[in-house]
């Protein structure tokens, strides 16, 4: 079964057992909310938002603990004016403390210095690839540079490097009623070429909330990509969960330490709507990295409860597949478990 490393079922079992020893193994990072591409999906809050994360604060926690990877979250493009910059720096620490990197893109600025990074196995990518048509891409992504991003995308494969059926790169597929027809060739094209394809749903967020009657497919033609999915892959198919959700430090873009106000968890896109967070800390020079774990486990402690009843009731969102990170009940249960063994 074809896996994109960064999510891959074992991927999740090692950070998923540091956690149990009270370790957060992953660094989630929101850059700025810069970004050249206008898609009728987006859900980045603020484009004019810039990363002020202070780097040597942040260097600070990679030589405080091995951590395995580094997440950099799909709110605003990582490659595009000053978050490339700060997308850079931090790709030089992952290659000098030995951490692999992450990242969401539009490939609109696939770089000779990315490439690098790719060919030396410390960046992986998840692209976005919803349509091979020009118009189609236009009208999703606003721009008219639709064909140059089509010929990057259909260029990637070069850079697969898969071993043991686990991936470096993923293909983000939103199926809507513009791209319908193309999402069956899009997935098989991606599977031949070892790139994990992974279909996620409309997000009621952002412009998705504006377009999001619009664009939306209705739960039996979601149900028809899955199972024709399913028959492709020859096995069930879901969204995997991201290990970043339970076992992740979020920071915001603005030098917060984040959790989803609901759960504490790092992550709050499996809920496929409007993020709702709470800003536990300010990040900077002064901030441990025991702080920062003492105050992510506490908030998540007072809501052990609420999401144990929450599982008990059986209520689940996500549809056909799922949102950014994984099914709800499936997180909340694997985290559930965790807890179990931590005992806090």
């Known amino acids: 079964m074809l896996e994109y490393l960064p999510w891959a079922q074992s991927t999740l079992e090692k950070a998923l057992e540091k956690y149990t020893r009270r370790t957060f193994s992953i660094l989630d990072v929101e850059l700025g909310g810069e970004c050249n591409y206008h898609c009728v999906y987006c859900d980045s809050p603020d484009r004019k938002k810039k990363c002020i994360i202070p780097m040597d604060a942040f260097e600070n926690l ?27 720096k931090m790709l030089s620490l992952c290659e000098q403390y030995d951490v692999k990197c992450s990242i969401f893109s539009n490939l609109s600025n696939l770089t000779s210095e990315l490439i690098h990074y790719i060919e030396a196995e410390v960046l992986y990518i998840f692209f976005k690839y919803d349509s091979p048509q020009t118009s189609t891409v236009k009208t999703l992504y606003g721009i008219e540079s639709a064909q140059q991003q089509i010929q990057t995308v259909k260029g990637m494969k070069k850079y697969v490097r898969c071993k043991d059926n686990k991936t470096n790169l993923a293909a983000s597929i939103v199926p809507t009623q513009l791209n319908y027809k193309d999402i069956m060739n899009i997935v098989e094209e991606c599977v031949n070429a070892n790139i994990f394809p992974l279909l996620g749903e409309l997000e009621l967020s952002g412009k998705g909330e504006t377009n999001y009657e619009n664009l939306r497919l209705n739960s039996e033609e979601l149900k028809k990509i899955k199972d024709n999915t399913e028959e492709l892959l020859g096995h069930e198919y879901q969204i995997p969960v991201c290990p970043s959700v339970i076992s992740g430090i979020h920071f915001s873009s603005d030098s917060y330490i984040t959790v989803d ?11 496929l709507e409007e993020p709702k967070v709470n800003q536990l800390l300010q990040f900077n020079a002064n901030s441990s990295l025991t702080e920062v774990t003492d105050v992510i486990l506490n908030y998540r402690t007072e809501r052990l409860k609420d999401i144990e009843a929450y599982v008990r009731e059986k209520k689940d969102v996500g549809g056909a597949f799922g949102g950014c990170g994984g099914k709800i009940g499936t997180i909340f249960e694997q985290y559930l478990a965790c807890h179990k063994e931590m005992r806090i």
């Open 62 to 88: 990679f030589s405080a603990q091995k951590f395995d990877w580094l997440f950099i979250c799909g709110l605003g493009e990582p490659t595009y004016n000053h978050n490339y910059d700060i997308l850079l």
């Open 261 to 271: 106000a609901f759960s504490g968890l790092s992550c709050h896109w499996f809920w």
